[in-house]
């Protein structure tokens, strides 16, 4: 039996989570076919296959953790005088003995009944409309997507929980300990987002060396109805423009300015802190920012962010005025070099063109790696990014 073990998903985490099992022991599967849903790192993870074969033994049981490394699907051996993928040849040999051609099979074969045909990619009937997260939904509340069509390119929880009814979801018999689904328990879903939050504070705590600058920039003239986000995120890539230090990372003791700007932006959701980057800010237009933002909230509600939209960040940002609060201490978890924190705005009497006028202020908190870049870069990143909302 060849074992295929949990590799690497590259998220920093020594472990994973089973979310759900895509395939049965018995089941032909594909290379690159998907065979299971982990959760790690806050994101949900489809694990392909590595090569063709049938599963012969599922390791681990849904809602069960098991280590980087650790088995996770054992694949029938190919039977004995037939060759793997691996060792087919790309072109026919011709047998010796009756000048007719005996296949694509490495080695000598000694029985020449059985034909040998072309290997047949399994056809999958697993929706491909729905987020793991979103699929696993269904599952609980008995829903079968199939007979369903949704009203955008993928189904959302709120078409689900509306295809149930209302209903709780059938009773269902006792299923192998491989196969089983875990009843619904928030508390445990939410486990590996606070896990992944947990080791990076203390990784930040351990390695960040921080400074916190504080300012507020007057909004008053902003036009009515302007997102506060889209402009904060416009300023951040202007800043960097003006001092590219603020925009890097910083690993083995190297500075290394990074392009173009990957805004990480912190999302807060039921399950935890989840934090998909905005890729490239100057390459995208307004509209376009918006609608990934939409999307990335969305997913975050539903435990679906794609682990590719969580990596890649170049720097942060953290608009936690939207909840409350002015001013804070944000944290830079490494090898980022500088986090945005944006408070609530509010109004204030200030003097403005020599009389006393109400403005309207946005707080700003910008937290540094002070290893990496030192206090007069980061007041010159603030000062280009106060020019930029005042303008």
Known sequence: MKVFKLPDLGEGLPDATVREWLVREGDSVAADQALVTVETAKALVEV????????????????????TGQPLVGFTEPASGQASDKTREKTPEKSKSSGEDSGTVVGKIESGSVALAPEQRPM????????????????????????????????????????????????REAAPAATREPAPAPATSAEPARRA???AMSRSRDLVCPMTLCDEVDISDWPKGTSTTLRLLRAIAHAAASEPNLNAHFDNDTLAPQTPVNIGLAVDAPRGLFVPVLKD?????????????????????????????LQGATIHLSNFGSIIGRFATPVVLPPLVCI??????????LPHKGKARVRKLLPLSLTADHRAVTGGELARFLKALKEHLES
Request: aromatic share 4%.
């Open 197 to 199: 939050m947990a080791l």
């Open 281 to 309: 800010i100057a390459g995208h237009s307004d509209g376009e920012l918006l609608d990934t933002i939409a999307r990335f909230k969305q997913q975050a509600d539903e435990g679906g962010i794609p682990q590719s939209d």
């Open 124 to 171: 999958s009937t697993r929706s491909r409309n729905a987020t793991p997260a979103v699929r696993a939904l269904a599952r609980q509340l008995g829903v079968d997507l199939s007979r369903l069509h949704p009203a955008g390119s993928r189904f959302s929880e709120a078409e689900v929980r509306a295809a149930a009814g209302g209903h709780p979801p059938p009773a």
């Open 48 to 67: 392909p296959s590595p090569y063709s074969g049938t599963v012969e033994k599922l390791y681990v049981a849904e809602g069960e953790t098991l280590q």
């Open 340 to 349: 945005v924190g944006a408070g609530r705005s509010h109004k204030a009497v």
